[in-house]
């Protein structure tokens, strides 16, 4: 565990609660990121700006992060593009089959004590632990 950052995550962990917690007071709406994009994508009723400045944060935060230097993450470069695609259209299928994405359901739905999000996330969770371990003990994909 040499990347292990407690006060990294805890610090990210924050900055999510509070943009969930913000975006919900001041406009009424879960940070659920799949159904923002979606709804960004179908063109939003009224004040469907927001999604696009959303997600613009979302796309640059981490870019200014690394142009400033502040993470020294590193992408990993020598995942097949098949895989990739095949992954991100699965997880998009998911999260329209499950009415929602982790950080709707994990993050929002949980702190309104949903049952239903938690039903969600506890499959969400229960699917990636298996997803991983197939990846890496059953397909031989390390890390």
Do not use: K
């Not at 805890?10 to 994009?37: E, Q």
């Not at 004040?47 to 613009?56: P, V």
């Not at 982790?102 to 632990?129: D, E, K, N, Q, Y």
């Amino acid at each position: 565990m040499n990347q292990f950052t407690p006060v990294a995550a805890l610090s990210g962990g924050l900055l999510i609660g509070c943009s969930a917690v913000l975006l919900f007071w001041l406009l009424g709406r879960i940070a659920g990121i799949s159904g923002i994009l979606f709804g960004a994508l179908e063109q939003a009723r009224e004040g469907g700006t927001w999604r696009l400045w959303f997600l613009a944060g979302l796309l640059l935060g981490p870019l200014l992060m690394r142009a400033g230097h502040v993470i020294s993450f590193v992408p990993r470069q020598d995942f097949p593009l098949w895989a990739l695609v095949a992954g991100g259209i699965l997880v998009g299928a998911g999260t329209r089959l499950g009415s929602g994405c982790t950080s709707g359901h994990g993050v929002c739905g949980l702190g309104l004590r949903s049952r239903r999000s938690l039903a969600a996330t506890m499959t969400f969770m229960l699917m990636g632990m298996l997803t991983v371990y197939v990846v890496r003990h059953v397909a031989g994909v390390l890390p």
